[in-house]
């Protein structure tokens, strides 16, 4: 467009692709739930996984439960935006779960696994990839023995795996700390209207 | 930093180079005004210009008031990040004045001219450009009209210069409509929410 009056930058944005990574126990599934109640143009993405369903859990809803044979067919076809092996199950976000948001005008939204973020930026750079931070290893541990619902060798393992996490940072656009969720939710609602407002998103 | 939760990203961030443009009238200074006021890490960046003092200016307040020669002598002296003529009278930004606000961890903000964005943007890559957009050519004119301060002509003249002045949105890092201030002021503070959020910012 060459006169962006005649076009209206707020209603006219393409839809986000949004990625949020951090380590286990940052906090990522509440702030995405907030997320997703306030802001009617996102959508979640639902992974594929071939961890086993958790009590509750409902196939196409939570995930996609897949068993390894699937997963590996789907990995060796490209049907994999990204995938990532975690606590030794295989997790990964499907290329067509994310083109049937955006053809809805909906903007998905990936709660994905700290590796996933570099291959998402890969395939599609016009993502916006948050990385979500607890305010120091003291709180992200009290988070994980708060949720009670693994058992302490699990949360040590946990803790063990999160500074590795942690280093995939650089490979992220934003970062947010986690130290109250109504002020972690708020940045990164400017985060998203910011990227919605971005000249580049409008010279196509 | 190789492990972000050892610096806290929500107190860390260097202060930003704010540049606010768009055409005559769009409500650039009302913006500022409000932006300055609710955000005590910005601080108004004061332009050099050899238009003379309108009633109630004070020369290194308003503006810095220079003869011609002096503002010539400060263009091949290599003193000014961005300077521009418009409607007959040069303004620029100098230097000193943004380094002397960054030396006091302050973010400076500069309310320039359409032309002098992509200027500021090859000296200091890092600024945030924001463009501000009137939602229509109507309530462009409406504005000038409404200000008051300027006879028929000068509005005239104000009014066809907009549609030249808009085609600088492109040199742009984000387009605001300012439909209403308290929307467009909130579009800002978002914009610079999320620069300070952003990982490249950390990456020194």
């Excluded at 009617?40 to 509750?56: K, N, Q, W």
């Excluded at 049907?79 to 499907?94: I, S």
């Excluded at 290893?137 to 699990?154: A, H, K, N």
Aim: glycine share 8%; hydrophobic share 40%; net charge neutral.
């Amino acid at each position: 467009m060459s006169d962006p009056i005649l076009h209206d930058p707020r209603s006219d944005v393409p839809p986000l692709v949004v990625v949020l990574s951090g380590p286990s126990g940052v906090g990522k599934t509440a702030l995405a739930n907030r997320l997703l109640a306030s802001d009617a143009a996102l959508e979640r993405s639902v992974s594929a996984t071939t961890r086993p369903p958790r009590a509750g859990e409902i196939d196409g809803n939570d995930y996609f439960f897949w068993p390894e044979d699937r997963f590996t067919e789907g990995v060796a076809g490209g049907l994999f935006l990204e995938w990532a092996k975690v606590h030794g199950h295989r997790y990964g976000t499907l290329k067509a779960t994310i083109e049937n948001r955006l053809a809805g005008g909906k903007s998905p939204v990936l709660n994905i696994d700290v590796q996933g973020g570099r291959s998402v930026k890969l395939l599609r750079p016009d993502a916006v990839l948050i990385f979500i931070l607890p305010p120091s290893y003291e709180v992200l541990e009290r988070r994980l023995r708060g949720r009670g619902t693994d058992p302490d060798p699990v949360i040590a393992r946990r803790l063990r795996n999160a500074k590795g996490e942690i280093e995939h940072w650089i490979d992220y656009d934003y970062l947010v700390v986690n130290d109250t969720l109504d002020e972690a939710v708020g940045r990164v609602r400017a985060i998203l209207t910011a990227e919605r407002s971005r000249v580049v998103r409008f010279r196509s």
